[in-house]
């Protein structure tokens, strides 16, 4: 029983010293050091990522009708595109919610032989939170998207039949709202 004890205690310093451990230190501590020195320089304080603007409804509106505006006017024949959109409401987020129901029935049976049954329901939730670095939140469970009221898109080619025909399609795909909340009409002008 002796040995072994004694080859475990020569395991100590002179194991973590060899070459393979030696070099797999210095890898995590080298990229612990550029993680530091990313953050670091990473990019100037202050500045953010390069986003969509789409913190109020206007700028939201506006990035959408760009968007329509170049997917329509690559349409073969379409020509010059000006879109409008107009939300109903902007980007909602959904917390998840820990519900917990309950329901307890009573029976009570009356002198001449009835039976009477109650029944209580109920229902309590609450938000689901998370700890995310050293502050709590409620968890976001999706994202539900905006909701578009309706969109007008000008267009050069609009006098079209068959054109307009393909812009309603593709405004509809883009935005996937119903055809009755599209307008499309052809550009002053325009052919």
């Known amino acids: 029983m002796r040995e072994p004890e004694a080859k475990y205690k020569k395991t100590g310093l002179s194991q973590l010293l060899r070459p393979q451990n030696l070099k797999l230190f210095l890898i995590g501590a080298l990229g612990v050091c550029l993680l530091i020195l990313g953050s670091i ?13 789409t913190d109020s409804l206007a700028n939201l ?8 505006e170049r997917a329509v006017s690559a349409i073969k ?12 409401a902007g980007p909602e ?23 009477r049954e109650n029944a209580t329901e109920n229902e309590t939730s609450q938000p689901v ?16 998207g905006a909701e578009v009221a309706g969109c007008l898109i000008v267009a050069e080619g609009a006098s079209s039949s068959a054109i307009k025909a393909e812009i309603y399609r593709a405004v509809q795909t883009l935005l996937d709202i119903p055809l009755y909340r599209i307008q499309v009409v052809p550009m002053k002008g325009g052919g």
């Open 77 to 88: 024949g379409v020509g010059k595109v000006q879109a409008s959109v107009v939300l109903a």
């Open 93 to 115: 987020s959904l917390y998840a919610k820990n519900v917990q129901r309950s329901r307890t029935t009573q029976s009570e049976v009356s002198g001449s032989g009835e039976i």
């Open 129 to 144: 939170t998370g700890r995310f670095g050293t502050s709590e939140s409620p968890l976001v469970e999706r994202v539900q």
């Open 41 to 53: 320089l990473g990019r100037p304080a202050g500045e953010k990522p390069v986003l969509p603007e």
């Open 61 to 68: 509106e506006a990035a959408m009708a760009a968007n329509i």
